[in-house]
């Protein structure tokens, strides 16, 4: 396996894979986004930004379900003990 986004990524912890695997959908916790990163036959590794948040503490998972994305921003327990998914369009 050959690293896309090596040394990037600010704390990447969730990741899913498109159904035509073009692309990669990688949760960035500590930039608040969620990165795109194309997989083209080169591997080159180019990636844009699919969505920034504003608020919270940032992205931890995603789930893909019914053409939507499901996503996880965690907090802090301290600052909010009511956990949050925000749903994006594909």
């Known amino acids: 396996m050959r690293a896309l986004v090596y040394r990037e ?3 990447p912890c969730g990741v899913i894979i498109s159904s035509d695997e073009k692309f990669l959908l990688v949760c960035e916790l500590g930039e608040n986004r969620i990165i795109k990163v194309v997989l083209d036959e080169n591997m080159s590794g180019n990636y844009s930004v699919f969505h920034q948040f504003s ?19 965690f907090e802090f327990s301290e600052l909010d003990n009511v956990g949050v998914v925000a749903v994006l369009n594909e």
């Open 55 to 73: 608020g919270r503490v940032g992205p931890s998972s995603i789930h893909h379900f019914n053409g939507f994305y499901f996503v996880s921003l």
């Open 9 to 11: 990524l600010a704390f």
